[in-house]
């Protein structure tokens, strides 16, 4: 157990049994009147956001999750297929996927999370590389400044195919770098 002062943003706590990642956490008040925590947090089961003050005694139980190397299989309307080294298949509910569905393409290795043994979302690389199935071509004279434009890369499922800004000299099929935490354009990759 470890007091609410202790925990930080990222750290998995237990609250009414249930398992929350702290996304967000603010501190007020003084040492003479106690300090007070205000988090923002997602239920991992659910994906549910949760807001709630707690004080800097109050105790949480802190949950450390683990982690498989996994590569994404095939999509089972509406869970989705990943399997291990041992042939091991797990199962995702799309809504624990979050971003990592604009991602998702056959083969792609990543790590499952899981809880109570239990798969229930993964982790992508933070650099990932997409080739650019379509964007528009760039327009004479706009140059002013830091202009992008939309570029749709590829993907597993047609229907979820992301959309991403990109600058004007990038074109199609073009292979590019995305951060998956921030889903910005990092670079071309030339070969």
Do not use: H
Request: hydrophobic share 35%; glycine share 6%; proline share 4%.
């Amino acid at each position: 157990m470890k007091p609410a002062k202790e925990i930080r943003v990222g750290n998995i706590i237990m609250v009414d049994a249930k398992p929350f990642i702290v996304l967000r956490s603010d501190v007020n008040g003084s040492s003479r009147t106690g300090f007070t925590y205000k988090w923002k947090m997602k239920n991992l089961l659910t994906g549910a956001p949760f807001e709630s003050v707690f004080r800097g005694d109050d105790k949480f139980d802190v949950v450390v999750l683990d982690k498989k190397p996994v590569t994404y299989s095939y999509f089972a309307d509406p869970l989705y297929v990943f399997m291990d080294a041992e042939y091991e298949q797990y199962e995702i509910e799309e809504e624990n996927l979050g971003d990592a569905l604009n991602y998702l393409k056959d083969g792609m290795e990543c790590e499952a999370v899981f809880y109570d043994g239990k798969a229930i979302s993964v982790e992508l690389p933070t650099t990932i590389q997409r080739q650019i199935v379509y964007s528009e071509p760039a327009v004479k004279g706009n140059t002013s400044g830091n202009v992008t434009k939309e570029a749709k890369i590829e993907n597993a499922i047609e229907s979820k195919q992301f959309t991403i800004q990109v600058p004007l000299f990038v074109s199609q099929d073009d292979v590019i770098e995305i951060d998956s935490r921030t889903n910005e354009f990092k670079k071309v990759v030339r070969n």
